[in-house]
């Protein structure tokens, strides 16, 4: 096992919340039940993860058993994406195809890497008769970026896909021609989760809440004109340790802790005002970052009371 595929679970493992770890790892059924004993899950994560690399590297696994890793990770944390959905349609005329999911994963696997050398494609079945395609993207002349994958959610015999959406949308069009092309369909219909689809209403109707709330507290807070110019914003936090343990070597420190965090952007203001409308962040956003334009400050000094 090189270094690249060690990063890359070393990664996804560190994502992991510790009381889903032991859950996620049986679920990636790579690690055996008597490797998973000899591994003590009450220690530091960093131990955890060090003995966890240690033994994925005994049993040489590969970027696919990475990828498998990933993909049960997502598929347990679906929910943190924000996902879309391409709806496939017939021609006129067309019977709907009996469904081979080996034939299936060979063709969509092919079409990528026909068109783009640099391509990993992973799959997933899952007992509710849907497949997870992880795709990480490279180009003619860059190996994939494993940390910057599509997730695709297909189930078969149904004419929609759901795919995440990626910061690569140069490769959208792509993925589209893909299933076209498997599927002989015609041109993929690219719709908004949530939107004019044959689905439970109550999932519509939540979406649609949710996005004008989310438009109204926005515009509320930022109102509707453009941001004034300003690159970046600085915050100092001072704070005395707190802790419900005695004898705490940072508990007697007389000195107050400090960090520093900054915030740049060529146009931080309408960055983030964009944050909440695009998934990125919950509204309302934090006062510390709304209060910028009222202030007329971009220097702050966060201190006890």
């Given at each position: 096992?090189?270094?690249?595929?060690?990063?890359?679970?070393?990664?996804?493992?560190?994502?992991?919340?510790?009381?889903?770890?032991?859950?996620?790892?049986?679920?990636?059924?790579?690690?055996?039940?008597?490797?998973?004993?000899?591994?003590?899950?009450?220690?530091?994560?960093?131990?955890?993860?060090?003995?966890?690399?240690?033994?994925?590297?005994?049993?040489?696994?590969?970027?696919?058993?990475?990828?498998?890793?990933?993909?049960?990770?997502?598929?347990?944390?679906?929910?943190?994406?924000?996902?879309?959905?391409?709806?496939?349609?017939?021609?006129?005329?067309?019977?709907?195809?009996?469904?081979?999911?080996?034939?299936?994963?060979?063709?969509?696997?092919?079409?990528?890497?026909?068109?783009?050398?640099?391509?990993?494609?992973?799959?997933?079945?899952?007992?509710?008769?849907?497949?997870?395609?992880?795709?990480?993207?490279?180009?003619?002349?860059?190996?994939?970026?494993?940390?910057?994958?599509?997730?695709?959610?297909?189930?078969?015999?149904?004419?929609?896909?759901?795919?995440?959406?990626?910061?690569?949308?140069?490769?959208?069009?792509?993925?589209?021609?893909?299933?076209?092309?498997?599927?002989?369909?015609?041109?993929?219909?690219?719709?908004?989760?949530?939107?004019?689809?044959?689905?439970?209403?109550?999932?519509?109707?939540?979406?649609?809440?949710?996005?004008?709330?989310?438009?109204?507290?926005?515009?509320?807070?930022?109102?509707?004109?453009?941001?004034?110019?300003?690159?970046?914003?600085?915050?100092?936090?001072?704070?005395?340790?707190?802790?419900?343990?005695?004898?705490?070597?940072?508990?007697?420190?007389?000195?107050?802790?400090?960090?520093?965090?900054?915030?740049?952007?060529?146009h931080l203001l309408e960055a983030l005002k964009s944050l909440a409308p695009a998934g990125i962040a919950d509204a309302p956003l934090s006062p510390l970052l709304t209060c910028i334009p009222n202030k007329r400050m971009n220097y702050f000094k966060i201190r006890?009371?």
């Open positions: 096992m090189d270094e690249t595929i060690a990063e890359f679970i070393k990664r996804t493992i560190l994502k992991i919340p510790m009381n889903e770890l032991t859950t996620i790892l049986k679920a990636w059924d790579f690690l055996s039940e008597n490797q998973l004993q000899t591994v003590n899950f009450r220690q530091r994560k960093e131990s955890v993860v060090q003995h966890l690399i240690h033994l994925c590297e005994e049993k040489h696994a590969s970027i696919s058993d990475a990828a498998q890793l990933d993909i049960i990770y997502m598929q347990f944390h679906q929910h943190q994406k924000v996902w879309d959905v391409f709806q496939m349609s017939k021609g006129p005329g067309e019977d709907v195809d009996l469904f081979d999911m080996k034939q299936f994963k060979n063709s969509f696997k092919k079409i990528l890497q026909r068109a783009l050398k640099n391509v990993t494609v992973s799959f997933r079945e899952t007992e509710e008769n849907a497949v997870w395609i992880r795709i990480a993207w490279g180009t003619q002349y860059t190996k994939p970026n494993q940390y910057k994958p599509t997730y695709v959610v297909y189930y078969s015999q149904t004419p929609y896909a759901f795919t995440s959406s990626s910061m690569l949308r140069r490769n959208t069009p792509l993925l589209g021609q893909t299933f076209e092309t498997h599927n002989s369909t015609t041109p993929l219909q690219e719709r908004s989760l949530g939107l004019d689809i044959n689905m439970d209403s109550r999932i519509i109707h939540e979406n649609i809440v949710e996005k004008e709330r989310v438009q109204r507290i926005t515009q509320e807070t930022f109102g509707d004109y453009p941001q004034p110019q300003l690159e970046f914003a600085q915050y100092k936090l001072e704070t005395k340790f707190k802790s419900g343990l005695n004898g705490s070597i940072l508990a007697e420190r007389e000195e107050p802790l400090r960090c520093l965090i900054k915030f740049s952007s060529p006890d009371k």
